[in-house]
């Protein structure tokens, strides 16, 4: 009874998810002031049935027996693209009104119901766990430090590709001459590299803390899976290619277009990184 109750209500967020995407949309193609309004009230609805699933995935894993630990623990893959989709959502909410960014959400509202929608899928998926733990060592603070950072990390770095990508969108039609009333609507460009800039910083940084405390772990516990874990691989990878644009931003000043080109080129490889990952399997994490 209550995984049904589950699935129903995780399906409930991700149909106000969808319902708010089609509205905020609407900011493209419509010249109407109602457009988006709608779409924040599906939000907040959103938002308290996804954060249900997150309580009830947390209770069933503190209810449960070992054999189901991992499934809810907050370390596999569908756990984490849940949770960032929830992430986004809340800072999308916060930030929306003080800083007038409902054209923003025709971006970032899409891409978090995308997020939890294969979050959905994958968690019909069997999870496993590395036998080199036992469960006791998994439920560690260390861990659940390396989970939560990685989490701010990847939702912060979200924001920042809709950004960046809403930068590149603007001074395109800006280059081209093509002024229209979803232009209008669009976020001022220096508001846009500020937001960029703030997510950028924010997701590198809970990168490198998150991937710094996962090898600190790994070391104590005398693990060495560097050379073969492709979840570790794609992390540094994607770490690398962020490094790369923190550097740009502070070092040599970039701003607008250019950081946006590297941010936008730092999610693919972000997204690489998700499939590399879960896809081509992995020695030490659980998804």
């Not at 457009?35 to 924040?40: E, F, P, V």
Request: proline share 2%; glycine share 6%.
């Amino acid at each position: 009874m209550l995984s049904v109750s589950f699935h129903f209500v995780s399906l409930a967020a991700l149909l106000c998810y969808l319902g708010a995407s089609v509205d905020y949309l609407r900011l493209v193609w419509s010249a109407s002031d109602q457009a988006g309004k709608l779409g924040r009230k599906l939000l907040v609805l959103g938002l308290a049935f996804h954060f249900l699933t997150l309580l009830v995935d947390r209770l069933g894993w503190l209810n449960s027996d070992s054999s189901a630990y991992l499934a809810v623990a907050g370390e596999t893959f569908p756990d984490l693209l849940s949770a960032v989709s929830w992430l986004l959502i809340v800072s999308y909410v916060l930030l929306e009104k003080r800083l007038r960014l409902s054209f923003l959400g025709a971006l970032l509202v899409p891409l978090a119901a995308v997020y939890m929608a294969v979050a959905g899928i994958l968690f019909h998926y069997p999870r496993y766990y590395s036998p080199q733990f036992d469960l006791g060592e998994m439920a560690s603070p260390a861990l659940a430090a390396h989970g939560t950072f990685l989490v701010i990390g990847n939702a912060s770095l979200v924001f920042s590709f809709a950004a960046s990508l809403l930068i590149l969108i603007q001074e395109g039609l800006l280059k081209k001459r093509i002024f229209s009333e979803a232009q209008r609507r669009m976020p001022a460009l220096a508001i846009l590299d500020r937001l960029n800039t703030v997510f950028l910083s924010i997701g590198f940084l809970c990168m490198l803390l998150g991937i710094g405390v996962g090898f600190a772990f790994a070391a104590v516990k005398g693990v060495r899976f560097v050379s073969y874990d492709t979840r570790v691989l794609a992390s540094l990878a994607t770490l690398l290619t962020y490094l790369l644009a923190v550097i740009a931003r502070f070092s040599w000043r970039w701003r607008g277009r250019r950081i946006a080109i590297l941010s936008v080129s730092g999610f693919a490889v972000l997204v690489i990184s998700y499939w590399v990952s879960h896809y081509e399997g992995s020695s030490f994490h659980v998804y």
